[in-house]
């Protein structure tokens, strides 16, 4: 019908992150950097100076190339933290084409995933078969 809406393509309106006051955050925590998800390695709190907040310098690193990210907030504002989850696989085979077959804890298995490429990417194929390889 005219003028009716239309709910058959609605999702749950969950965000990939959400805001936190920057003083709040804590070392070996997560927050946005640069637009990047990062694990808090360091951070200090400088003192209220003559022209206003405290502010919090942050150093992070990627979660995912490990590539290091710095950041300066005032600590009453706020900053995005990304919802991250930890999720253990162990590996179950590597095909010919670079795709791995990662089984859950729950028997749930997934090979929509390629092995990466580099150092990382040779020391698994490497290791593959001579011992249990978990991925994270």
């Known amino acids: ?26 070392k070996n925590g997560f927050v946005m950097l640069k637009a ?13 100076g003559k022209h206003g907040h405290a502010k919090v310098h942050l150093v992070g690193l990627d979660i995912f190339p490990n590539k290091k990210y710095e950041d ?32 859950n804890d729950k028997g749930d298995t997934r090979d929509d995933l390629r092995i990466p490429e580099g150092e990382l990417g040779t020391k698994i194929k490497d290791e593959f078969g001579k011992k249990d390889i978990t991925v994270i």
């Open 36 to 48: 990047r998800p990062c694990k808090i390695m360091e951070m200090s709190t400088s003192k209220t």
């Open 72 to 103: 300066l907030c005032p600590s009453t504002h706020n900053i995005d933290v990304p919802n991250v989850n930890r999720c253990d696989f162990q590996l179950i085979d590597i095909s010919d084409d670079g795709f791995v077959t990662l089984m």
């Open 1 to 26: 019908m005219e003028g009716e809406e239309d709910y058959s393509a609605a999702n749950a309106g969950a965000s990939a992150t959400y805001p936190v006051q920057c003083s709040s955050l804590r």
